[in-house]
């Protein structure tokens, strides 16, 4: 009982010198230990590591899930060690409204059978968006959650021991300088000089072991950039197959859209400038409006005769076919992904399109789904 008295006692007188100094520094009454400038430099960095860390996490939490209820719930889920809840993407939840409303107001008649159509794709895409969200919260989010969880914690728990062990050495130093002008005044004996001067050693040797160890952990702040960067790569990765992935899907539904008999085609968009890019994710991120099949003849047209097409006096070019297309009819070629053809233009073609020849085949091909070659 006695010795927890003690050390209760010891405790507040410590913490009362730290106090006490610290109150004296903001006042300018007491010389202050300054860190080095390479010291200096390594806190402000952890400083700002942590902060655009938290930044970016809110904002990236905010991209994945927009509504800040759903937030909520899910971190109180995760401070409760429980498992999320799965939620059912709004694409999903659209896509179940029109194939209700399909079901309700007639599967077979035009304005059905597109309500359907639509709501597989849009189920598709709610499917996608749910993988990424996934694979962005693993390879993304949990990272940046470690960093301001786990080694913050700790560098901030070291930095407060620092700043105490400062204080601690600071004090020393004032009580020195308090016990050697007495000691000239010879109100005190030596040996208060002599003890202040040890205790002066042990400050200054516990204050330099701990500036060790932390500056070792802030150091460790590249490593911690390094991890970040890697996760960032993972995180755009991501997010490139997912907008490929809705790409593809919207391509084939508006393939799909402008076959059905009666439906109805608006204006095409105006075209798109050729494609000049030299990847698949280049090209997807472009997203060119692909013009129904049923519009692809302007009026007055005739169809193509494959058998009297040559190619231009511009001459020809190689092209890398980006995704399996399946033809419409005898008057386009139908591609597979990753095969070279040869394409060409025609005089007053739609430049949504392109001649294509493979060996003895022709065909009309959408410009869409090929990367020009130099």
Same mark, same amino acid.
């Given at each position: 009982m006695d010795f927890n008295m003690k050390k209760l006692a010891?405790?507040?007188?410590?913490?009362f010198t730290r106090a006490v100094q610290f109150t004296e520094e903001k006042f300018g009454q &007491?010389?202050?230990?300054? *860190?080095?400038?390479?010291?200096?430099? !390594?806190?402000?960095?952890?400083?700002?590591?942590?902060?655009?860390?938290?930044r970016i996490l809110r904002q990236t939490e905010v991209l994945l899930q927009p509504n800040p209820s759903a937030r909520v719930e899910e971190f109180l889920y995760e401070k409760l060690d429980r498992k999320v809840p799965s939620r059912v993407t709004n694409g999903e939840l659209l896509a179940q409204y029109?194939?209700?409303?399909a079901s309700e107001l007639g599967p077979t008649?035009?304005?059905?059978?597109?309500?359907?159509?639509?709501?597989?794709a849009e189920k598709r895409l709610g499917a996608a968006e749910r993988d990424f969200i996934h694979? &962005?919260?693993?390879?993304? *989010?949990?990272?940046?959650?470690?960093? !301001?969880?786990?080694?913050?914690k700790t560098i901030s728990k070291e930095r407060r021991l620092l700043q105490n062990r400062r204080l601690d050495l600071d004090?020393?130093?004032a009580r020195l300088k308090k016990a050697k002008a007495a000691e000239a005044k010879a109100s005190l004996w030596n040996d208060e000089v002599d003890k202040a001067e040890q205790e002066l050693r042990v400050a200054q040797t516990e204050f330099d072991r701990q500036a060790e160890v932390t500056r070792l952990l802030l150091e460790g702040i590249s490593s911690t950039h390094v991890n970040h960067l890697r996760c960032l790569h993972e995180f755009v990765k991501s997010q490139t197959t997912y907008y490929a992935q809705c790409y593809r899907h919207m391509l084939d539904l508006q393939k799909q859209l402008g076959r059905f008999p009666g439906t109805f085609v608006g204006t095409p968009e105006p075209a798109s400038p050729p494609l000049s890019s030299t990847s698949p994710t280049t090209a997807a991120a472009t997203m060119p409006v692909v013009p129904a099949v049923a519009s692809l003849a302007p009026p007055g047209e005739a169809a193509l005769c494959l058998e009297e097409v040559a190619p231009s006096t511009s001459g020809t070019r190689k092209a890398r076919?980006?995704?399996?297309y399946e033809a419409a009819d005898s008057s386009e070629l139908a591609l597979l992904a990753d095969e070279l053809i040869t394409v060409y233009s025609l005089p007053g073609m739609d430049p949504d399109w392109l001649i294509g020849e493979r060996g003895n085949k022709k065909g009309?091909?959408?410009?869409?789904y090929l990367e020009l070659l130099s």
């Open positions: 010891s405790d507040a007188g410590i913490f &007491a010389e202050k230990t300054e *860190l080095d400038a390479h010291f200096e430099n !390594l806190l402000a960095r952890a400083d700002s590591t942590k902060n655009w860390t938290e029109m194939a209700e409303a008649t035009p304005y059905g059978t597109t309500l359907v159509k639509v709501s597989e694979a &962005a919260s693993v390879s993304f *989010l949990t990272p940046l959650r470690n960093f !301001l969880e786990g080694d913050w004090a020393c130093k076919v980006l995704y399996d009309k091909v959408p410009v869409t």
